[in-house]
T-cell receptor
Framework: KAGVTQTPRYLIKTRGQQVTLSCSPISGHRSVSWYQQTPGQGLQFLFEYFSETQRNKGNFPGRFSGRQFSNSRSEMNVSTLELGDSALYLC????????????FGPGTRLTVL | GDSVTQMEGPVTLSEEAFLTINCTYTATGYPSLFWYVQYPGEGLQLLLKATKADDKGSNKGFEATYRKETTSFHLEKGSVQVSDSAVYFCALRLNTGNQFYFGTGTSLTVIP
């Protein structure tokens, strides 16, 4: 069974631009969560989608948004990029919202110049 | 608020040494507790979990016991190997919702 895939793997943007990251969950998984990983803050929860609905949201500004499609694939969008948005963005999928185990993708490394 | 605190790294050990990585948590209710591991160049993988007080999770020689009285979930291994070199994350999930709270990670390097 294929794992969680994220595209692109690496991205370089400049301040003020916007970016869209994509995540394809494991087949059959309907919950997708997004995390921001930075050396100083560790993993911080952005949001979770289940059945195309946002179920939980972390403490991030409105510039961070997401959506989920009917095939459970999810996208995350960051508008008006700031230098501090440089991070590894991780996507994790699970069978359902509330499932004990999340399966993580390799991440998208975003660098904002 | 809900959070996880784990010992700061980096930790460097010789092969066959004993490993302890401390993790304490703050949570409302009765969370499930997890240890995830991130090997170099790879995504996070679940290492072990415990879903209620006094449960012991174990995998690949690693163990952790859910201690409600001390709100702790310390990771231990009796004899580490070079292949255990990775970053270890302690995490909790509340029984309401699916939001995971992760610690900042502890980098472990095992030298031969």
């Amino acid at each position: 069974k294929a794992g969680v895939t994220q595209t692109p793997r690496y991205l370089i943007k400049t301040r003020g631009q916007q970016v869209t990251l994509s995540c394809s969950p494991i087949s059959g998984h309907r919950s997708v969560s997004w995390y921001q990983q930075t050396p100083g803050q560790g993993l911080q929860f952005l949001f979770e989608y289940f059945s195309e609905t946002q179920r939980n949201k972390g403490n991030f500004p409105g510039r961070f948004s997401g959506r989920q499609f009917s095939n459970s694939r999810s996208e995350m969008n960051v508008s008006t990029l700031e230098l501090g948005d440089s991070a590894l963005y991780l996507c994790a999928s699970s069978h359902y919202s509330g499932s004990d185990e999340q399966f993580f993708g390799p991440g998208t490394r975003l660098t904002v110049l | 608020g809900d959070s996880v605190t784990q010992m700061e790294g980096p930790v460097t050990l010789s092969e066959e040494a004993f490993l302890t990585i401390n993790c304490t948590y703050t949570a409302t209710g009765y969370p499930s507790l997890f240890w995830y591991v991130q090997y170099p160049g790879e995504g996070l993988q679940l290492l072990l979990k415990a879903t209620k007080a006094d449960d012991k999770g174990s995998n690949k020689g690693f163990e952790a016991t859910y201690r409600k009285e001390t709100t702790s979930f310390h990771l231990e291994k009796g004899s580490v190997q070079v292949s255990d070199s990775a970053v270890y994350f302690c995490a909790l999930r509340l029984n309401t919702g699916n939001q995971f709270y992760f610690g900042t990670g502890t980098s472990l390097t095992v030298i031969p």
